[in-house]
């Protein structure tokens, strides 16, 4: 059954600018850094949606709040994505 309130994440951790980090340091600064906002009513299923994506470090720390909560991870709606080519 669909929620009224499409936002259910928050920010529960402080985090350093993602601009200026490294692919790896981008994953270690937002682990743990969102949790699912108690409105009573939890969904067991949804979607992310995030306006761009280009580590996946947030898409990553957000399923794992999500996942926390036992909320089923159905996929991932982006407007735009970086592509990284490596040899």
Known sequence: RPINSHFILVHVKKVKDQSTLTHFQRFENLTGAFAVKDRGVIPTKGFLL???VTSGATIKAAAEALRARNIELLG???ASATMVFTE
Do not use: E, F
């Open 76 to 78: 991932v709606i982006t």
């Open 50 to 52: 995030d306006d761009l």
